[in-house]
């Protein structure tokens, strides 16, 4: 069974267009995370929800909105997509409550194209 | 300064040597450590958590902490060729958020 999954794994698109990435965990957690991940491998943090809540919003444009329906799934909504958004971007999980562990796991990731 | 700084990278050792990957923080609040492997192409992998000073020892990976020089190193005993790969340090400075180093390029040759 895949723990942290992801819908679809490759997307490419025109500018202008918008596009949603789909995440799913089966662990249990409570809270997901959505990353991005340039060309330069650097890892960035987008997003946060805990128990549906948002709790992390680094500085992202909002032409990006998260959605989560349930604590299992987070979806990601990009409106006018831009060049400068193709990379690969990351579903993760962890559970928060009950102490600073928080260890993340990974889905399989989306990689963006934009044209 | 970033939160989270690691070896610039990459870093070559040959077939059995230890590699030594090192991470230094920021926030002195900080209270849970990762090292995460990446393959190219794949998602990140996590291979080690440390919550208190010390070692953490799991088969050939140890990871160190010292919470005092705010710094997390982790090493790979035996390397070997399925080790090549990008190792991310990422440090927990905020409930429920991890930040990433850049991650440093291990590449073992055969």
């Known amino acids: 069974d895949t723990a942290v999954s992801q819908t679809p794994k490759y997307l490419v698109t025109q500018m202008g267009n918008d596009k949603s990435i789909k995440c799913e965990q089966n662990?249990?957690?409570?809270?997901m995370y959505w990353y991005k991940q340039d060309s330069k491998k650097f890892l960035k943090i987008m997003f946060s929800?805990?128990?549906?809540?948002?709790?992390i919003n680094e500085t992202v444009p909002n032409r990006f909105s998260p959605k989560s329906p349930d604590k299992a799934h987070l979806n990601l909504h990009i409106n006018s997509l831009e060049l400068g958004d193709s990379a690969v971007y990351f579903c993760?999980?962890?559970?928060?409550?009950?102490?600073?562990?928080?260890?993340?796991?990974f889905g399989p990731g989306t990689r963006l194209t934009v044209t | 300064q970033k939160e989270v700084e690691q070896n610039s990278g990459p870093l070559s050792v040959p077939e059995g040597a230890i590699a030594s990957l090192n991470c230094t923080y920021s926030?002195?609040?900080?209270?849970?450590f990762f090292w995460y492997r990446q393959y190219s192409g794949k998602s990140p992998e996590l291979i080690m958590s440390?919550?208190?000073?010390g070692d953490k020892e799991d088969g050939r990976f140890t990871a160190q902490l010292n919470k005092a020089s705010q710094y997390v190193s982790l090493l790979i005993r035996d390397s070997q060729p399925s080790d090549s790969a990008t190792y991310l340090c990422?440090?927990?400075?905020?409930?429920?958020?991890?930040?990433f180093g850049d991650g440093t390029t291990l590449t073992v040759k055969p």
């Open positions: 993760a999980s962890s559970q928060v409550s009950g102490g600073p562990i928080y260890e993340q796991y």
């Open positions: 662990l249990g957690h409570d809270t």
């Open positions: 929800y805990n128990n549906k809540e948002l709790i």
């Open positions: 926030d002195r609040g900080s209270q849970s």
């Open positions: 440390i919550y208190s000073n």
């Open positions: 990422a440090v927990n400075t905020n409930a429920g958020k991890s930040t």
